[in-house]
């Protein structure tokens, strides 16, 4: 639709990056400023007097706002990378705090028969998809100071802080420390530490492969949603450093989400603008973020296939009545009662809601569940308490002019295309680390990453001089 220019009056439910702002709402024209009508938008509007940052996060290079943002409670983490605590109890090993500890513990679960079913040939200490999440990569990559909330190769080197040097935005492959974390990861593969199949397989394939009871480390969205009858087994990694004394850094989402999750065609008429705005306000309400993170109570008016949540008694949980094809709560809760990638705060929860609600509806069943206080899940408890400590800023999303964006999307395609198959076939010795790094670097520089980093820096200066 963007790339035709023929848009409906309202995009909702596409994560708009800052990039995409530039292109099609800055250049060319095809997204409504929203300046003027934030009048229309008094929830969110609440927002951004309690907190003005918001405001200037999602503000574009010609001082427009193009859209309304996800708002981030702050401890939605992105290291989502948990073991198996019964295995670590089996085999006596603690959670990792260094790059050592790590490999200990996965030898550990390799030898020691970690799932305890007297076979001890059969577990996979560590598993993953490595070319979906990135967040595999990631927990050895922060070990050495690089830090970025994604699969993308541009992180912020913390490496030389320690040392009473300054951050600065690197690309990884260009770092100074690349080259261990790839004979890290090779020392991984050739003493079978990783799944053989890390480097093919689909998240759908390692979940799988969780739910037989042999992978001791992986990425995963949440326990529940990986292994609902053994969620409470899983602890998640704490921060790991390269070196005892080293400064551990886990990477943090800022207060904004996503920059832009409702975006208004600029074609249309500022009453019909306007009215689109103020429903999309509605998100950001206690009322919209309850419906939009639970859905309909059971029994309710909206309740219409009798699928809604209710409170239980027994467990003091929130349940649902499934829908016969649903595999479980959350893909019930997903697929047919509520919704993501919207404005407000359902995305990651927001805990002044859930207290707030339980006191503006006690007799709800929300308000039951709540009526204590805030309630997380075990696998949220474990992860504030073991990461937030730990959390540093990653690579911000900068609203750039659109001759860099331009110039950044010419350079990043080609750069990560190659960076994505070099750094497989490094780790797996398809291509020798000795022999051939030296061209890999070579390689990186002729498709222009000096000047990538250079434009990135530039930002990233002007964004720290601006933080203070």
Known sequence: MLNSGEL???????????????????????????????????????????????????TATDGNVYGLPAIN????????????????????????????????MLIAFRDGDANGNGDATDEIPWSGAWSEGGSERHLILS?????????????????????????????????????????????????????????????????????????GLCYMSAPYVYDPDNQDDYTCTTGIVDQPGDTPRIPVTGKVYNTSRFAVNADIEDEKAA?????????????????????????SDLDWFEWGHFYNEETNNIDYKLNPDATGAWDHRITYLTFYSLPGCNSTGYDPYRVKYAEVYPNSAIGKFYKDGVKVRLDEKVQQENQAPYYADSVPDFFMTIDDLNRI??????????????????IV???????EFDNFITTLKQYGVEELIEIYNKYFDAYQANKG
């Open 275 to 299: 009215a689109l705005l103020n429903y999309a306000d509605a998100y950001y309400s206690l009322e919209g973020w309850a419906y939009a993170t639970f859905g309909p109570e059971a029994g």
């Open 8 to 58: 409906p009056d309202a995009i909702q439910g596409y994560n708009f990056s800052t990039s995409d702002i530039v292109q099609y709402g800055v250049s060319e024209g095809l997204f409504r400023p929203i300046n003027d009508l934030l009048k229309y938008c008094p929830e969110f509007s609440r927002f951004i007097e309690e907190d003005p940052s918001i405001l200037t996060d999602i």
């Open 429 to 435: 010795g398809d291509i020798s680390i000795d022999t």
């Open 73 to 104: 409670n702050i401890w939605s983490y992105n290291m989502r990378m948990f073991i198996n605590g019964k295995w670590l109890e089996r085999v006596g090993v603690s959670n990792p705090t260094t790059l050592d500890e790590l490999y200990n």
């Open 409 to 426: 999307n010419e350079l990043i395609t080609p750069l990560d295309d190659y960076m994505k198959s070099m750094e497989a076939q490094f």
């Open 143 to 215: 070990a050495y100071g690089y830090i970025t909330k994604s699969a993308n190769n541009v992180v912020v080197d913390y490496s030389a802080v320690d040392s009473g040097g300054k951050e600065k935005i690197n690309y990884v492959g260009y770092t100074d420390q690349y080259k261990e974390y790839l004979q890290y990861m090779k020392k991984l593969w050739d003493e079978n530490l990783l799944d053989r199949d890390m480097f093919t397989q689909a998240e759908t394939q390692v979940q799988a492969t969780v739910l037989e009871g042999v992978v």
